[in-house]
């Protein structure tokens, strides 16, 4: 007999929503952790905790990267060969960063696939 070789859209983590009074919702969150499930409701997107990702992730991830990293504007347009102001202008979503570029800057900030930066 041949086996399952996709996972099942039920075997995914699932999210329930409930509406009713207080007192209600909260007895469903006390049975939803007997059963061993998590409350997710003091979640935040990642848009709340870092204002600015939605419209420019990729500058985000640069600028992390670097940061990260302990590394100046300055001493990545060194270890790159790139202006300064181009790597400015990258973070700040006004210039495209590109896959050469992007290789670069992999390597100067030591993260291990290029393509985070496209």
């Known amino acids: 007999m041949l086996e399952r ?3 099942r859209p039920t075997d995914k983590p699932m999210e329930a929503r409930f509406i ?3 007192d209600k919702i909260v007895q469903l969150r006390e049975v939803a952790k007997s ?19 939605g419209e420019n992730p990729l500058g985000m ?17 060194d270890m790159t060969g790139m202006p300064q102001r181009h790597i400015s202008e990258m973070e700040t979503g ?7 570029r992007a290789k670069k800057l992999a390597k100067a900030l030591h993260v291990s696939d290029y393509r985070v930066f496209l």
Do not use: C, H, N
Not at 94 to 99: A, M, S, V, Y
């Open 94 to 100: 006004k210039r495209q960063i590109g896959k050469e």
């Open 35 to 53: 059963l061993g499930l998590r409350d997710t409701s003091e979640s935040v997107t990642i848009e709340e905790a870092f204002p600015g990702y």
């Open 20 to 22: 009713g009074s207080p």
């Open 5 to 7: 070789t996709k996972k």
């Open 61 to 77: 991830a640069l600028k992390g990267a670097r940061s990260r990293e302990g590394v100046t504007q300055r001493e990545l347009a």
